[in-house]
């Protein structure tokens, strides 16, 4: 059985107002720090996951951000970093 | 007043309107028990509530972890055998988008506000007055859904309440959807908070009565 960790990052899907980058782009607006900085807000994930081989433990990892970690209806996810531990 | 009508209303660690569901529910006449959320029979219940609050501290998103409550797990056979209504009030109403009982998803209000008010609503159900004035209590109520599902809500008549001054930004004005054919409603404002004198506002008795009337009718149906 081996390990891997994983970072998941988890975003709106294009197109879902996103109210909190929203506010943030007011306030770089507001202050002039930055006029295009179109931010979009998101949750950071890192865990461990196991498996056979790196396949089976991908597998598992994708069935994970999909049933739990994100809402597919509006939410999508990417995995920055999948590495043997 | 109708005694013979069993009532559950589901708690979850974080859930706290789960006393004037209860409450709500005894005012109807109702036999009604809390039931925890590691419960996996249901069968002995006409209704069961899901009620508002913050289950398992919304951690994630709002409803999302709900979903994996054994108790969730049950309503999915209760639902399939079709052996009553369910009805999601707020955090109630996430946790049927989040496990898919209903369509479509809640979202941050656009506002970025906890929204706490009353709001007048348009009902579309028989047995209903046009409009009712219920509580609203959040911060994720705006409902999403996307274009093809939208179009099987409409198709499928199952908008139930809708805001006459959307407060969240919500699509259509949605506050709450009823599944006809599965007996699923679920709605973010809260009649339960709208049934005594005491809180200045009994428009909530409208939904209960609907409620109790559907269930009878139900009832009789399965006599036969």
């Not at chain 2, 999601?88 to 946790?95: L, P, S, Y």
Request: hydrophobic residues 40%; contains cysteine.
């Amino acid at each position: 059985m081996k390990k891997y960790k994983a970072d998941v990052i988890v975003t709106l899907k294009d197109g879902v107002r996103d109210p909190q980058g929203a506010a943030v782009d007011t306030v770089l607006k507001r202050t002039g720090m930055e006029d295009m900085a179109h931010v979009q807000t998101g949750k950071f994930f890192t865990l461990t996951v196991s498996g056979e081989d790196e396949a089976t433990a991908k597998a598992k990892l994708n069935a994970i951000c999909e049933d739990v970690l994100s809402n597919p209806v509006l939410e999508r996810y990417t995995i920055e970093r999948f590495v043997e531990a | 007043m109708n005694n013979d009508i069993k009532a559950g209303v589901i708690v979850f660690p974080g859930t706290n309107c789960d006393i004037d569901t209860f409450r709500a529910c005894e005012y109807m006449g109702w036999q009604t028990e809390y039931i925890w959320h590691d419960e996996t029979n249901l069968d002995k219940f006409d209704v069961i509530f899901l009620p508002g609050g913050f289950s398992y501290g919304d951690y994630i998103r709002a409803g999302r972890l709900a979903k994996f409550s054994p108790a969730v797990m049950a309503l999915k056979g209760y639902v399939k055998a079709k052996r009553g209504f369910v009805v999601g009030i707020c955090n109630g109403f996430q946790v049927l988008c989040e496990t898919k009982l209903l369509p479509g998803v809640l979202a941050n209000n656009t506002s970025m506000k906890f929204i706490c008010e009353e709001v007048m609503l348009t009902t579309n159900h028989e047995g209903l007055p046009e409009t009712v004035k219920f509580a609203i209590a959040h911060g994720e109520g705006r409902y999403i859904a996307d274009d093809a599902t939208l179009a099987e809500i409409k198709a499928k008549n199952m908008i139930f309440l809708q805001y006459n001054n959307n407060p969240n930004g919500s699509v259509m004005d949605i506050a709450g959807l009823f599944d006809r054919e599965n007996g699923i409603i679920g709605m973010m404002p809260h009649p339960e908070r709208g049934i005594f004198d005491e809180t200045g506002n009994t428009d909530g008795r409208y939904f209960f009565e609907m409620l109790a009337h559907a269930i009878e009718k139900e009832k009789q149906l399965c006599k036969q």
